[in-house]
Nanobody, 128 residues
């Protein structure tokens, strides 16, 4: 069982930055692929970024590539999402998720269905 708690959301003007954090319980954090998803009002939850392993393997949604950076710090059981150059369309509830590592490809973890555990979400609002 893994419990995930997100923090760092808030309100920011367009062009600004925020860093989200997701703290995970348990001692086997390094065995889980981690991802960030978001859900805007009236829309389905969508993939944002994933960091399945420690190191350089990551994947991003096209809409955030070049602006967002996902990183993980296994020693602190934490995954981060650095969000720069924020746009009003980035407004959403952001969720952290954990998946048992099954495959080596970062692209596999773009799928919402492969995640086993979810946090409660943190609101990000970007004003124009």
């Amino acid at each position: 069982q893994v419990q995930l708690v997100e923090s760092g959301g808030g309100m920011v003007q367009a062009g600004g930055s925020l860093r989200l954090s997701c703290a995970a319980s348990g001692r086997t954090f390094s065995r889980y692929a981690m991802g960030w998803f978001r859900q805007a009002p009236g829309k389905e939850r969508e993939f944002v970024a994933t960091a399945p392993w420690s190191g350089s393997s990551t994947a991003y949604a096209d809409s955030v590539k070049g602006r967002f950076t996902i990183s993980r710090e296994n020693a602190k059981n934490t995954v981060y999402l650095q969000m720069n150059s924020l746009k009003p369309e980035d407004t959403a509830v952001y969720y952290c998720a954990a998946a048992v590592q099954r495959y080596s490809s970062a692209d596999y973890y773009r799928q919402i269905s492969v995640y086993d555990y979810w946090g409660q979400g943190t609101q990000v609002t970007v004003s124009s």
